[in-house]
């Protein structure tokens, strides 16, 4: 009985410290491994936003913020005024916030939302073929940085905080 306890206490610990967050974690964000990167997907939908049709095309060369969230998600919406802020100062030096909404269903939630905070951003549909060409959401809030290359640079999970996102945008702006 004593070894029962003894394997299962054993197997606890390995288990949490698989679970410890490195050096790169603590920021928030990772970094895939150089060769890792994925470019991102292709997509081309109406924005909710202004109602205007957005072709991922018309982003390539830019630093984007590419969010994944609900509106029935807290962090998800304490995220949203550093996103309109973020759009509002590097809009005009090559960046955009793009938002995939996980919400199913009736889109007047998602109306209420934009309208109620001003959102500057387009608010697109998450379907399984965004979702899957971003290496899969699991979770949200989530948010890829993508470099002017189209490449997904670094991945954040949960809530993020304005300065650690101007940071790494700023870094990304300025390496052209």
Known sequence: MKFKYFFLAIGILIMLMACKQTDSDSRGGYSPAIGERLHMVQFKQESLTDNVMLDSRQLESQVL???????????????????????????????????????????????????????????????DVVTRGFGGVTGIPVTFLVNRKGEIVKKYLGYVGHDILEEEIKNMLAAG
């Open 65 to 127: 913020l590419v969010t994944f969230f609900a509106t029935w998600c807290p962090p998800c919406i304490q995220e949203i005024p550093t996103f309109i802020d973020l759009q509002k100062f590097y809009k005009d030096k090559g960046f955009s916030v793009v938002a995939f909404s996980m919400d199913e269903g009736d889109p007047a939630p998602l109306y209420k939302l934009i309208d109620k905070y001003g959102i500057n951003y387009p608010v697109l549909l998450a379907d």
